[in-house]
Every structure is written in structure tokens, then in C-alpha cells.
Nanobody, 123 residues
Framework: QVQLVESGGGLVQAGGSLRLSCAAS????????MGWFRRAPGKEREFVAR????????YYADSVKGRFTIARDNAKNTVYLQMMSLKPEDTAGYYC????????????????WGQGTQVTVSS
């Protein structure tokens, strides 16, 4: 089992940047594929990015490709989401999640979730 705690959210102007962090408990962080999701008010939860257990493979939603970068540091049990060129439509609660699958496809493939951190992008 793994516990996840996100941090780094906040209020930023459009065009700005933020870096989210997700710290994981336990000694088996490197055995999990890590993902970031987001949920905007009144909308469904949306996949944002995913990184493989070793960090060698990443995958992004089209809506953030080229603007967001997911990375992980297995020595620090932490996964990051660097967000650049932020847009008002990026406003959402951002959640990290952990999966034992090599290529989790849907949110239910992730059994472990953090509490989320809010990102608000003003126009």
C-alpha cells in the first residue's frame, strides 16, 4: 500500500508556471506507475499524464502535451508535474495516483490516490 500527498498548487496568471509534487510513503514507490489526473468544477475527472515505474516512459493527454512534464525521483519517493504556459482551462483540482499496472489505461486502474491540490489559473 502507498499513501500519496500532493503539494505545489496555487493561483497563477495565464501563461505562468507551477510545479506540483506528490510524495509517496513506503519503500515500494518504484514498483508503481504514477499518474496525474485533474477534475474541474462540474466536469469529469480527466487523465493528465503518466510515468512508468523507472521513469523511462511518459504519456500525456493531448490537452497538456508540450506544456506539462511529468517526472519522478524514486530515491525521494516523489513524482512531479511541471506545468508551463498555463491556461484558465487548466484550472482544476490535481490528483496523483499510483498503479501496479505497467500501462494503466483508466482511472480505476489506479487504486491509490492523494487528496489533491488546487490549481487556479486567472485570465
Amino acid at each position: 500500500q502507498v499513501q500519496l500527498v500532493e503539494s505545489g498548487g496555487g493561483l497563477v496568471q495565464a501563461g505562468g508556471s507551477l510545479r506540483l509534487s506528490c510524495a509517496a510513503s513506503g519503500r515500494t514507490f518504484s514498483s508503481y506507475t504514477m499518474g496525474w489526473f485533474r477534475r474541474a468544477p462540474g466536469k469529469e475527472r480527466e487523465f493528465v499524464a503518466r510515468i512508468s515505474k523507472t521513469g523511462g516512459t511518459t504519456y500525456y493527454a493531448d490537452s497538456v502535451k508540450g506544456r506539462f512534464t511529468i517526472a519522478r525521483d524514486n530515491a525521494k519517493n516523489t513524482v512531479y508535474l511541471q506545468m508551463m504556459s498555463l491556461k484558465p482551462e487548466d484550472t482544476a483540482g490535481y490528483y496523483c495516483a499510483a498503479s501496479g499496472y505497467a500501462m494503466p489505461r483508466i482511472s480505476t486502474d489506479y487504486p491509490y490516490w492523494g487528496q489533491g491540490t488546487q490549481v487556479t489559473v486567472s485570465s
